[in-house]
């Protein structure tokens, strides 16, 4: 065949795929925009129609690697990416990286995974080195600053008598970009109690209320990207996605009777100490991000954490420390944007 000839039926075949595609921001027919999907902005893949006859989901991996215009189909047990009960079922998982695979997943965050911050923060890296990082009670740090990200920690914590350093745990996050604020926590709680919801979340200063029914979910569509909040449980857990920058799975737990004891906290019997485990992925980072998280993203990364010890320590509270949880100024900070945004 003629190499012209087969190159406009290879360009034809490509058209015809990319046709299918759902891309954010398309026009409904009335001068406004569709609701746009933030998973269709990250990275890694274009969604098409689903499989012909199915519900199940197909994506068409626009990474270079071994996933290359290779086109994924979501499995019969999990076919779509965000399931209507998604609460109740795992969903498509799709990787158009080294694994070039369609899998079933739950959408909660994993304590031992890549990305993750839980416990008495306990961070396991880009790298997948796991570290701990002590701060202070009632302090705040910057775990990602990037040219256009930044996310900051609210530590909460007690100190038992005779004790050097304060046991923390993470209470709120403050994600930053372009010109928002959005601030995931969970609630002052004296008792625990799980058919409550401990889960706050502020966008630009304002209570937003996350629904438990329906969808679930609560969106909003700025001028530069999408923000979607959405249950992964019927209480305490939600995904968050900024569309080109993050999904971050959280959810929201207590310290319970058997850990404060197995751990000599010492909490007090008022105070359920409710607190954030989360689990971080990134889109579009700079090979400059810092952050006590954030900087084991950069290329060449090695970590200085002694192994093989049981608590490997992470220093840089005088370089990752900020004046509040709204703050984005810090000796390592990287993340600027002008006077007049809205903030939380």
Same mark, same amino acid.
């Given at each position: ?162 004790? +050097?350093? #304060?046991?923390?745990? !993470? $209470?709120?996050? @403050?994600?930053?970009? %372009?010109?928002? =604020? ?12 799980? +058919?409550? #919801?401990?889960?706050? !979340? $502020?966008?630009? @200063?304002?209570?937003? %209320?996350?629904? =438990? ?132």
């Amino acid at each position: 065949m003629d190499r012209r000839m087969l190159c406009v039926i290879v360009a034809i075949l490509l058209l015809s795929i990319f046709s299918q595609a759902t891309f954010a921001d398309q026009p409904d027919g009335k001068g406004k925009s569709k609701q746009v999907d933030a998973v269709t902005q990250d990275p890694g893949y274009v969604v098409l129609d689903p499989l012909p006859g199915t519900v199940q989901e197909r994506a068409f991996c626009t990474t270079p690697g071994v996933c290359y215009y290779r086109t994924l189909t979501c499995p019969v047990e999990c076919p779509q990416r965000k399931p209507r009960q998604n609460k109740k079922q795992k969903g498509c998982y799709i990787d158009c990286g080294s694994k070039c695979e369609a899998t079933c997943k739950w959408r909660l965050p994993r304590c031992d995974g890549y990305g993750a911050l839980c416990y008495d923060p306990r961070f396991v890296g880009g790298d997948g080195v796991m570290f701990y990082f002590h701060g202070a009670k009632d302090t705040d740090f910057a775990i990602v600053s990037d040219d256009n990200l930044h996310i900051n920690a609210h530590l909460i914590g007690t100190r038992p008598k005779g004790r +050097k350093r #304060d046991f923390t745990w !993470v $209470q709120k996050l @403050s994600v930053m970009f %372009d010109a928002h =604020t959005l601030v995931v926590g969970a609630k002052e709680v004296s008792h625990w109690d799980e +058919k409550v #919801d401990a889960l706050t !979340v $502020q966008w630009n @200063s304002e209570t937003v %209320d996350v629904p =438990t029914e329906g969808d679930a979910e609560w969106s909003v569509n700025t001028a530069e990207r999408s923000v979607v909040v959405e249950r992964t449980d019927d209480l305490n857990n939600v995904r968050v996605t900024v569309s080109g920058l993050l999904q971050l799975d959280v959810k929201v737990v207590p310290i319970g009777e058997k850990e404060n004891k197995v751990h000599n906290y010492q909490l007090p019997a008022d105070d359920a100490f409710a607190h954030l485990e989360t689990q971080f992925k990134f889109f579009n980072l700079s090979k400059h991000i810092e952050g006590i998280l954030g900087k084991t993203y950069q290329p060449g990364y090695v970590s200085p954490v002694k192994r093989g010890v049981p608590m490997p320590i992470m220093g840089g509270e005088d370089k990752y420390q900020t004046k509040s949880l709204h703050s984005a100024i810090c000796n390592k900070c990287r993340f600027q944007r002008s006077s007049s945004v809205a903030s939380a």
